[in-house]
């Protein structure tokens, strides 16, 4: 891989990881509400699991979803639903600072197994690996796995410092809950571009 494609490829990778999406909105959410070290199992499961990812739909797993359409449908189908259960966790989710706790911080394995309901990353791993590892050979696809999975992590817990952030402003239950409410919204926000595709 040439230095001018390496560098394109760590842009790519750091802009689409540093921008908004259904991972970062949870681990703001997950911030604000547990902390940062209580999320950091979260956004290793996002940097690993999505590395992974990207390893997998490059060796050709993307070739079996082409050969059964209906399977990009019930892909579809089950993002949505699992989105919405996770829109419905973060605008329930519980109260720092002491108080009750109503739920817990997404754990490694839930983290990394989400990138394969996300629509946002099915999108990046499909377009890096058509854009800088078209020839799909096993160094080529590597090199975006390990890219992706080097610049992820640090891009996301941008997101989670953010939400930790605001935990002194989130100090009473009032407002705790209309930022939850607010993240949950968002999240559902994120779904309209699967709702008004078709694949």
């Not at 842009?11 to 959410?29: D, E, H, I, Q, R």
């Not at 892909?75 to 009750?100: C, D, M, Q, R, T």
Request: charged share 5%; with cysteine; proline share 5%.
């Amino acid at each position: 891989m040439s230095y001018e494609i390496f560098t394109a490829l760590a842009l790519f990778a750091f802009v689409t990881s540093v921008t908004p999406g259904p991972n970062n909105l949870m681990l703001m959410a997950s911030g604000a509400n547990f902390g940062f070290r209580r999320t950091l199992p979260h956004m290793l499961g996002i940097g690993i699991g999505f590395g992974f990812m990207v390893a997998l739909i490059g060796a050709g797993l993307v070739q079996l979803f082409d050969a059964f359409p209906l399977s990009y449908t019930l892909l579809k189908v089950f993002s949505l639903a699992y989105l919405l259960y996770l829109a419905w966790k973060i605008a329930n989710a519980s109260a720092p600072n002491g108080a009750e706790t109503t739920g817990t911080p997404m754990t490694f394995l839930q983290a990394a197994a989400f990138q394969w309901v996300n629509p946002k990353a099915w999108t990046m791993a499909l377009t890096a690996i058509s854009a800088y590892a078209p020839d799909q050979t096993i160094d080529a696809i590597l090199w975006v796995a390990l890219v992706f999975a080097a610049i992820n992590l640090p891009a996301v817990s941008s997101w989670t410092v953010l939400g930790q952030q605001m935990r002194c402003f989130l100090t009473n239950t009032t407002r705790l809950r209309a930022f939850n409410w607010t993240m949950a919204g968002l999240l559902l926000v994120s779904l309209l571009p699967i709702l008004f595709t078709t694949t």
